[in-house]
């Protein structure tokens, strides 16, 4: 996946794709897990607004659709789901009333035993996907080029660039939009931002990441579903041979 050249038509592709790609996998209950992830739960944080919080059990569900959508790590589910709900409470208000600063919320949240960056990233993606993308592993691939460090360092690189990224979609559709070359000084910025923002292609940092983890997935799920032909027409081939 070359992220440089991952533009907004891509990025749109992979979006509409992303729930036929869930469904392809055929894990038990991701689905369901991925509409909490992406309906019910932020609902439930925005609703705490103006002091939102997470709870054990949510925490635990989260935790639940990330090793799902991933590599499955049933150490991590437990501790978190062991985790005493009053101290999960605090430390996730904390996170939130740190934000933008995704560094000390992700240093918040990372207090809990089983949350590193990773599942910390989850967590500020559900309430804030404009600011703070998942930390996935196809998407660290794509972005910064490996998925072994998992370190708030490096988090914070891959938060910058995701943002970037989103950014620079949302100015070069802007331009598209009137045919001309916009900047964040024009003065027009701020009346087109108000009439995209209720268009499908105005991205934020996490549409990109589950942009990314679609086409990835995708492209890995039909490398896999030819194997088997490929390995047909070999044997058929040194049939003849003989």
Same mark, same amino acid.
């Given at each position: 996946? @070359?992220?440089?050249?991952?533009?907004?038509?891509?990025?749109?592709?992979?979006?509409?794709?992303?729930?036929?790609?869930?469904?392809?996998?055929?894990?038990?209950? *991701?689905? %369901?897990? #991925? @509409?909490? =992830?992406?309906?019910?739960?932020?609902?439930?944080?925005? !609703? /705490?607004?103006?002091?939102? =919080?997470?709870?054990?059990?949510?925490?635990?569900?989260?935790?639940?659709?990330?090793?799902?959508?991933?590599?499955?790590?049933? /150490?991590?589910?437990?501790?978190?789901?062991?985790?005493?709900?009053?101290?999960?409470?605090?430390?996730?208000?904390?996170?939130?009333?740190?934000?933008?600063?995704?560094?000390?919320?992700?240093?918040?949240?990372?207090?809990?035993?089983?949350?590193?960056?990773?599942?910390?990233?989850?967590?500020?993606?559900? =309430?804030?996907?404009?600011?703070?993308?998942?930390?996935?592993?196809?998407?660290?691939?794509?972005?910064?080029?490996?998925?072994?460090? =998992?370190?708030?360092? /490096?988090?914070?690189?891959?938060?910058?660039?995701?943002?970037? !990224?989103?950014?620079?979609?949302?100015?070069?559709?802007?331009?598209?939009?009137?045919?001309? %070359? *916009?900047?964040?000084?024009?003065?027009?910025?701020?009346?087109?931002? &108000? &009439?995209?923002?209720?268009? @499908?292609?105005?991205?934020?940092?996490? #549409?990109?990441?589950?942009?990314?983890?679609?086409?990835?997935?995708?492209?890995?799920?039909?490398?896999?579903?030819?194997?088997?032909?490929?390995?047909?027409?070999?044997?058929?081939?040194?049939?003849?041979?003989?």
């Amino acid at each position: 996946m @070359d992220f440089k050249s991952f533009d907004a038509g891509l990025c749109r592709e992979a979006l509409l794709s992303y729930e036929a790609v869930i469904k392809t996998l055929e894990k038990p209950n *991701l689905i %369901s897990l #991925d @509409d909490f =992830y992406r309906g019910e739960l932020p609902d439930l944080l925005h !609703k /705490r607004d103006p002091k939102p =919080y997470i709870t054990t059990d949510e925490l635990s569900k989260l935790m639940q659709w990330k090793l799902a959508r991933g590599k499955w790590r049933p /150490r991590l589910l437990s501790f978190v789901s062991s985790l005493d709900d009053a101290v999960v409470r605090d430390a996730s208000r904390k996170a939130f009333a740190s934000l933008p600063d995704v560094s000390k919320a992700v240093s918040e949240l990372t207090v809990l035993k089983g949350v590193g960056p990773a599942t910390a990233s989850a967590v500020l993606a559900a =309430y804030t996907p404009d600011v703070a993308p998942f930390m996935s592993d196809e998407a660290m691939m794509a972005v910064i080029g490996d998925a072994k460090d =998992y370190s708030l360092k /490096r988090y914070v690189v891959f938060a910058e660039k995701m943002q970037a !990224k989103a950014k620079n979609k949302l100015l070069k559709m802007i331009s598209e939009f009137d045919g001309t %070359s *916009l900047s964040i000084s024009d003065q027009s910025f701020q009346i087109q931002l &108000e &009439e995209l923002s209720s268009s @499908d292609d105005l991205f934020t940092p996490s #549409d990109v990441e589950r942009a990314l983890w679609s086409s990835t997935v995708s492209a890995k799920v039909k490398t896999m579903s030819t194997k088997p032909d490929e390995v047909e027409l070999g044997k058929k081939s040194k049939r003849k041979r003989k």
